[in-house]
């Protein structure tokens, strides 16, 4: 997991890319390093690379003078072979070969041992160090036939940029790891991401699988997996820079939790078809399919398997179909029967092992839908239909808009496969499509309590533990509260279905155990909080406005929209994110990098 960059044009490129590498740290921030073509003598390499954050590099470099030419590549870590150390930090550097990965090499012990054979001294722990070896190994006055050569031996996932000052380009290729291209004037950028590059460009090529891509200043000359040039399909980026930076606000994480209204909107535009009381959805699947349907089983990790979750209730009752929800790295796919459709939720594309259970269902022959906010990440090219979320990018490490556009997606899927099953009449599935209209309105409505909910959060910011409890819908928000609590504030959260406190958790609450009641549907819930009250606890419920009861029961109420259950699970999950934000901003923590997290987990 991490992020790479590469420039190659008429201006200093070590500037260049520490600018571009700032915008990855989401993406890993454990280590940093930069490799470029040296002015002093020609055909060498200067190369900067340490632990720790990027602006501290550059830091360095700047004292340095800012060395190189206009040729260099980049990097930033999250480990997954060896420490964050200098040494393990990228690039990777084999004589004047220096080399970028992003990805897991999976057999690099073998190949390590065969290198050391043949006299070849390593200086990593990492896996990514022998692909440099190789790349040495093979050149002879052909960068792009020596990456062949040393690619053709990797088994593993890759997203690489090479740079040997000798060759009069620079090389990137992927399998199976993120990688775009950016043509701009007098210069070429490759990034993991898009954000990285779009101050400089916005005509973008996002690389396929196989694919080698040769970075002049001026060209891009693009191959295919068998070596064959192929046209560039250049994409223009409309969303603005803007959209990538924090926009005012002090953490991403708040301007993305601001940003749902928007998120909802999108995701629903051009979907809804009010008349004839349906959805228009990409899903690679006929009505004839859909009716065959007889089970659903969904993979995802984190967040993503909470909205798996939400799921759960809401197919069950909009379209008649029993869902099997799995964390993605414990999936067990023997027991996908025909007739299953199967349903990957990743906002990301990327998460490793999402991607490998979606492989494994692939293999019994299911029908596959992924659910991503990301156009051309990976699970697009594996899945037989997307439902794209358009939240935007997103780039505090804790997922919020995107996690309730899934919702939104998933709201919008159930119709879909309720009408396609007739398990909805035109008229039900009309009546909650007009309410899905008005979701993003309500969710205003919720961020407009702000206040209030930042009040309670700093009122209990300190608390040890927190216990958050939801029945029906709102089991899944409840697990995601806590979830987020852990994650942004690190307070040790619990997520129960609120049936579930007495059989065992209860005899964790006290008076200094907060508990967060997810209330706004149904009436049950009243007596879990009865429990935790008569145990001392405080209880902050988020309840719909005007329901008196819980005002009786719960020490501290928060009002919010009535709707159905089902769309108050979104506006219980806004609350409890601005729950969790204002908690962490009140203890002061980096709240869009938590300690040991990163954005995207590209490694099993
Ligand atoms: C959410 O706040 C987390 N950062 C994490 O649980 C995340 O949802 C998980 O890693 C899955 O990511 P994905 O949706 O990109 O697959």
């Known amino acids: ?121 390593f200086q990593s722990e990492t896996d990514s160090e022998v692909l440099a070896h190789l790349v040495r190994m093979y050149y002879q006055g052909d960068l792009a036939g020596a990456v062949t050569k040393a690619l053709g031996q990797v088994e593993g996932s890759y997203a690489v940029a090479i740079l040997c000052p000798r060759s009069p380009y620079l090389v990137c290729a992927r399998r199976d790891s993120p990688l ?43 191959r295919d997996a068998s070596g064959a040039s192929k046209p560039l399909e250049l994409e223009k980026i409309e969303w603005g820079v803007d959209a990538a930076e924090k926009g005012g606000y002090p953490h991403f994480m708040l301007k993305e939790i601001h940003e749902q209204p928007r998120a909802l909107q999108e995701t629903f ?11 228009r959805l990409d899903l690679g699947m006929t009505d004839f399919e859909i009716r065959s349907l007889n089970r659903v089983s969904i993979v995802a990790c984190g967040t993503s398997y909470h909205a798996g979750l939400f799921a759960k209730y809401l197919f069950s009752r909009a379209a008649g179909l029993p869902v099997d929800v799995e964390v993605a790295s414990e999936f067990q796919h023997i027991q996908l029967r025909p007739g299953t459709l199967l349903i990957s939720i990743t906002q990301s594309g990327e998460t490793a092992d999402t991607l490998l259970a979606l492989k494994k269902s692939k293999v019994c022959g299911v029908k596959t839908i992924a659910i991503t906010n990301v156009v051309g990440s990976t699970v697009t090219g594996l899945a037989d239909g997307t439902i794209f979320t358009r939240a935007g990018p997103e780039i505090g490490v804790a997922a919020t808009k995107t996690f309730t556009a899934q919702m939104a997606a998933l709201l919008l899927l159930a119709v879909r496969l309720g009408k396609a099953r007739n398990y909805l009449t035109p008229d039900q599935a009309r009546k909650m499509l007009m309410e899905f209209t008005r979701l993003p309105g309500l969710v205003q409505s919720v961020l407009e309590k702000r206040e209030e909910i930042k009040a309670i959060a700093e009122k209990y910011a300190y608390a040890e533990c927190y216990f958050f409890i939801g029945r029906d819908f709102l089991y899944p928000i409840a697990l995601e509260g806590a979830l987020k609590l852990k994650e942004i504030a690190y307070i040790p ?15 964790l609450i006290t008076g200094k155990t907060p508990v967060v009641a997810l209330a706004t549907c149904g009436k049950k819930v009243q007596s879990n909080i009865k429990e935790v009250r008569a145990r001392g606890a405080d209880v902050i419920a988020f309840a719909s406005e005007d329901d008196s009861d819980i005002v009786k029961v719960a020490s501290t109420v928060v009002e919010l929209p009535k709707t159905r259950p089902a769309l108050s699970a979104v506006l219980c999950a806004v609350a409890v994110q601005l729950l969790a934000y204002y908690t962490a901003n009140k203890l002061n923590l980096p709240i869009d990098k938590p300690r040991n997290l990163a954005k995207c987990v590209t490694v099993e």
């Open 180 to 222: 775009v291209l950016g043509m701009g004037k007098d210069a070429v950028y490759a990034a993991s991401d898009v954000p990285a590059i779009l101050s400089y460009t916005r005509d973008i090529v996002r690389m396929k699988d196989g694919e080698m891509a040769l970075l002049y200043k001026d060209k891009i000359e693009l």
């Open 269 to 279: 535009a051009g979907r809804i078809l009010e008349i004839e009381g349906d959805v």
């Open 1 to 121: 997991m991490c992020g790479i960059v590469a420039y190659i044009g008429s201006e200093k490129a070590g500037p260049i890319l520490f600018d571009t590498l700032k915008r990855l740290e989401y993406r890993g921030y454990d280590s940093a390093g930069v490799a470029v073509k040296s002015q002093e003598s020609k055909d060498s390499l200067e190369v900067l690379k340490s632990a720790g954050r990027i602006a501290d590099l550059e830091k360095v470099y700047l004292k340095l003078g800012s060395p190189g030419e206009t040729v260099g590549i980049g990097h930033t870590r999250w480990a997954t072979h060896g420490n964050p150390t200098d040494r393990n930090a990228h690039p990777h550097v084999s004589g004047d070969v220096a080399i970028v990965h992003n990805g897991i090499i999976e057999n690099y012990l073998e190949l390590r041992e065969s290198l050391e054979e043949m006299g070849v001294q």
């Open 493 to 507: 959260s619990e997520g129960y279905a609120g049936g579930e406190l007495k059989h065992g958790p209860l005899a």
